[in-house]
C-alpha cells in the first residue's frame, strides 16, 4: 500500500487558513461580493474535509501500530525544551476531525444563507475559516505548546465572532467576557504545560503521554498536570465555575453558535482530556474531580435551563450541560463513550442552533420564546428537524442522543469508582431535565396555545441553502449514534473497534466487567422511560395556555427566579472578582503610584529645590535641574573620595 | 582576548556613527527645506538599518572565543584616553547583536512617525533623533565602561530635548523627572565604574567579566551591584523606580515613545546582563531573589496600573512596566529558557510596544486626544488602523502564533522550573496570572476605543492610515508574524551568548543555585543545579 497523504496533514488546516487569508487579505475590497467570500471560504473547507477523508482512509487501512507524527520544521527551541511544528494524525485526531470538518462544511453552507443580508459576509467569513484553521491545528498539534496555539486560536476567533456585530455593545462586552473567562483557564493550561515540561522534559505526547513515562512521576505532581490542564478545560468548555461566558456568547450570529459554542470549539476540552486519557488513568484523584464537575455543571446547567426564556440561551445552558455528560464519561474511564458523545452531539446540536437560527430568520430576529410559537405551520422543514434532534438529545431511542448517553450511563453504572450510582443517579435526573427542557422550548418555539398559533402565521420558511445543511443534519442526529456506536453486538461498535489500538491505556475507573445484556437492556429501558416521560410531561405542559406557565412560575417563587436568573453566578463573580480587581487598580494606579511613590519623588524634589534656592543665593545657579545635578554629582564625589575611608 | 579588528574595515564602527553622520548632513540643511529635513534622516536611518542587516548575515551565532570567553564579533579596539587605560573597543555577541537589529528597524519606524506629526523645528529634532539612534547603537556595542558610559549619557539629552521640547502638554514636567531619575542612576554607575576600574585597574568589560569576580570582595561587591544595578533597575524600570516612564513615555512624541519603549528600556536588562551579574557573581546571588521578586511585582503592578488607566498611551506605558518585568524575571532565574525567553521578550517587546505606540500615534495625530472616552466605534471610523491595532495588542498579550507569546512562555517556564527545583512555585504561578492581566486592560481598552457606535462627531470622517504609516507598521509586523511563527530566527542568533553566559557565570557564581535565587535553602546536589544542570545538556 502506498501512503500518498500521511506526509500531508498539514493540508487539512491549510486549506482553511488560505479561505481565510483570501477572503481576509488578498481579495480586494470591491470584488467581496456574498458569492465569491462564501464560494471560497466553503471551498476551502470542503478541500480540508476531503483531505481528511483520505488521510481516514489510509489510517483505517493501517493496520499496526500507532500512526507516527510528522515533522516540518524547528519552532520553539530553548536549551533542552525542544518543539519542532509536528502534526499527529492518529485515530483520536481523525475522529475529531471528521467530526470538525464535516458539520463544519453544513454550517459554513448554511451561514451562506443566513449571512446573505449582513453588510460584510467577507470577515464573517475570513473569522469563520480562521477558525477551522485553528481548530484543526488544535486537533492535529503533536505537542501541547503546538496545541495551545489553536487553543488560544479559537478562543480569539470566537472573541472575534461574538462579537461581530461590532457595534452592539452587549456583543463586544459578551466577546470580552468569553476571551477573559477563557484566559483564565489557559493559565492553568500554561501551568500544566509547565509542570509538563519539567516533570517529563518534553512537551511531545508520544513522550509524555507513554505509560513508562508516567510511572516515572510523582503522584502530586500527576495530579497537578492534571488538575490545571481541566482547569484549562473547564475555561474552554464551559464547565464550573468558569462556563459563565458562553450563554453570553449567544450574542453572536446563530452559526457561529452551531460551528463554535456547540458542535466544535466547545469540545475541545474534552479533547484534551481524552488525549490525556494516560495521564487521567494513572491518576485517580483527577479523574474524579473530572466525574464530579461534569455530573454537578450537567444537572445545574440543565436546571438553569428550565427557566430560560431566550432560544438560544436554552441551547447554550444545554450545551453546558451535555459537554457535562462527556467530562463525566472521562472521569469513569469511558473515553471513547465521551468521544462519541462529542460526535453525536455535534450532530443534534447544530440541528438544534442551525434551526433556531432559521426560527429566528422566519420570525424577522425574535429570540424570546415567550414571544414566538406556531412556527409549525409556516416552517414545516425547520420544524421537522428541530423536532428530530430534540428527540435525539432528550435520549429517545434509537436516536444518536440516545445511543451515546446510554453508553455513558451504563459505564458510570458498572465504574468500579465507589459513588458511581450517585453519580448515576445525579445523569439520570439531568436526563429527565434536558427532556423536559428541550420539550418546553419545542412546544413554546414551534406549538403553544392560540395566540401563539397567530404570531406565528406571520413567519417564512428559510431558503434551502438554510434548510438542506439542517435536514442533513438532522438525518445525522438519527442515524449517527448507531452508525457509530451500536451497543450491540460489541464489535460492531465501529468508534471502538477504530480507536482500540489507541486505546492502550490503563482504565482507572473503568470496569472490565459490563454487567451483561441484561444490565445493559435494564439500563437503556431506565432511561428510555425517563426521557419519554419527561418529553410528554414537558410537551403536553407548555403547548397549552401559556397563563398556567405562569401560574406555575408564581408559585415555585423564589426557586424559579434563582434559575430564571442563572443561580446569580454572575452577580457573585461581580462583586468576589470583578469589584475587587477594579479597585486594586485603581489604588495601584491612583493611589499607590501617583500620590505614594510620586508623592515621595516630589517630595525629595521640594527638598532638592528648597536646598536649590538656598545655593542659589551663594552661585547664582538658575534652574533646580541644575542644582540637583549639581547637588547629586557632589555626594556622589564625596562618596567616590571617601571610598578608602568607608571600604 | 582576541579582541582584534576583523576586517580591514571598521563595519561596526560605520554602523554606530552613520545616524550621527546623517545628524551632521541635517546641520547643513537650511531649515526651511522641510522636505529635505525628513528625507535625509530616512535615508540615512534606512541605510542604518541595511547595514545592521548585512551585519547580521555576516554574524557567526556559534562561534566561541575561548572556553569561557564570549566571543565579541566585529570587534574594534584602539587605546582613547591612554594614561587613563580607556579605550576604544566595541564588538558584537549575540544579546547585542539583536539588540542592534532592533535599534536600527526602530530606528527607521522612529523618523517614519515623524513625518508629519512634527511641525515645527524639524531640524533639530532630527538631529536630535539621529544622534540619539548613534548613542544608543553605542551602548549595546560598547565594551569599555567608560566608553558605555559616555554613550549612555549622551542617550540622555537628545532624549530630554526630545521630550521636553516636542512632547505634550505636561512635557516639561516628564522631561525634568526623565532627566532626574536617570541621571540619579547614571551618577551612582559612575561611581561604581570608578570603584571598579580602581579594584581591577581596567575598564574593558570582557577582562572584567574575567578578572573583577575574584577582585572584588564580598561586600564591596554587593554595593557595587547596587550601584550598577539601581542605574539599570531605573532604565528597566522596576517598580518602585518606575514612575518617571509613564509620564515620558506619554508626553513624548511618538517616536520618542517609540525608542524609549522599544530601545531605552532594554538597556537596563542589558546591563544587568552584560555587567551586575558577570562582575558580582556573589553579589548576584544575594540580590537574585529580590530581583526575581521586583520582576513578579513589576508583572503585576504594571498591569493592575494598566488597567486603570484613562489614557491609551499611558496604558501602554504601564504594560511595558508589566513586559519588562517579565525580563527581569527570565534573567534571573538562571536557565537557558529563563535567559533565552528575556532576551526573546526584550525583542518582542520593542516590536509589539514600538507599533502599539507607532498607532496610538497615527490615532492621535488625527485626534489630538489620547483619552480614551473621546473614542469609539473607531473600528468603522478607521477600518485599517484597527485591524492592524488589534494585530499588535495580541501580540503584547501573548498570543501564541504572534512573537510575544514565546518570549513570555520561556521566561514562565524557566521561572518554573527554578521554582520547581526550590520548591517554590509562587513567582511563576503568579507571573502566569499578568498573562490574564494583560488581555483584560489591552482587550478592555480595544473595545471601549475601537467597538460600538461612533458616538463621537470628531471620530466621523478621519483619514485611515496612509501608506507611509503603513509601511512604518508593516517593518514591525513582519517580526511579530515572524518570530511568533518561526522564534529561532531570534533564538539561534542568541543562543550560543546565552548559553556561554550562564556556563560562564554558572561556574564563576560557584554556589549560586535557582534554588538560592527564589530564597530557599538547597542543599547542593549538582544534578538539580539550574545553571550547571539544566543549560549545559540543553546545546548540542
Redesign the interface.
Known sequence: MDFLWTKHIWLIPFWPALGALANGVLIPRARKTLDVVSTVAIGSVAMSFLCTVFLTAELASLRIGNPAPVEY?????????RVPFALLFDPLSATMCLMVTGVGLLIHIYSMGYMAHDPDPGRFFTYLNLFMAMMLLLLLADSF?LM??G???VG?CS?LLI?FW??K?SA??A??KA??VN??G??GF??A???I??TFGSLRFDEVLSNAAIRQASPTMLFAITALLFVGATGKSAQLPLHVWLPDAMEGPTPVSALIHAATMVTAGVYVVVRCAALYSAEGAASALVAWIGVITALLASLIALAQTDIKRVLAYSTISQLGYMFLACGVGAYVAAILHVVTHAFFKACLFLGAGSAMHGTGGQTDIRKMGGLAKTMPRTTVAFWIACLSIAGIAPLAGFVSKDEILHHVFVSTYAPARTLWTLAIITAFLTAVYMFRLFALTFHGDEQAMKRGAHAHESPSVMTIPLMMLAALAIVGGLALGLPYPPGLHLLNHFMRGWLIIGRHHGAEDTGGLGLALALAAIALAVAVSGAVLAFRFFRGPYRRVELLQRRLGFAYTLLSRKLYIDELYDIVIVGP??G???L???VT?TRG??GI?HGA?AIAYRAGEGLRRLQTSHTR?YA??ML??A??LV??LA?GML? | MGLTLEFGFPVLSTLVFLPALGALVCLLIPRERAGALRAVPLVFAVATGLLALLISLGFEPRAVGSETQVAYQFAERMPWIGPLGVEYSIGLDGISMLMVLLTALLGIVAVLASWTSIEHRIKEYMICLLLLETAMLGVFVALDLVLFYVFWESMLIPMVLIIGAWGGPRRVYAA??F??FT??GS??M??GI??LH?LTGTFSIPELAARAPAAVAA??GE?LFLLFGIAFAIKVPLV?L??WL?DAHTEAPTAGSILLAGVLLKMGAYGFLRMCVPFFPAATVAFAPALVWLGVIGIL?GG??????RDVKRLVA?SSVSHLGFVILGVFVF???GL??AILQMVNHGLSTGALFLLVGVMYERRHTRDISEYG?M??AMPLLARLFLLVA?SSIG???LNGF?GE??V??GA??AG?AAGNYWP??LA??G??IA??YL??MY?RV????VQNPRNRGLRDMVRREVIAAALLLVGIVGLGV???AA??IS?RTA?NWLDTHAQALEDVDVGRSFGMPQPPTRGQRGPGG??V???R
Open positions: 520544521f524547528r519552532w520553539i527551541d530553548a536549551g533542552d525544551l505548546l495551545f496555539v487553543w488560544e486560536g480569539l472573541y462579537g461590532h457595534r455593545e463586544n462586552r466577546g470580552l476571551f477573559l484566559r483564565v489557559d493559565a500554561l501551568m504545560m509547565m509542570l515540561f519539567v480587581a477594579v486594586l487598580s485603581r495601584a494606579a491612583d503610584d511613590i510620586d519623588v524634589a535641574v540637583l545635578a547629586v554629582g555626594v556622589a562618596l567616590y571610598r571600604f | 525634568v523627572k532627566f532626574i541621571m540619579f551618577v551612582l559612575l561611581v570608578l570603584w580602581h561586600s564591596q554595593l518602585p518606575h514612575t509613564p503592578y493592575a496600573c494598566a488597567l486603570a488607566q504601564y536557565n537557558l529558557q533565552q525567553g466605534g473600528w468603522d495580541l498570543l501564541p502564533g514565546v512562555w520561556l514562565l517556564t518554573l522550573r520547581h511563576a504561578i502566569t496570572l498573562v490574564v488581555a483584560a482587550l478592555g473595545r475601537f467597538f460600538g457606535e518561526y522564534p529561532r533564538l539561534g543562543e548559553f539544566a543549560p545538556g540543553g546545546v
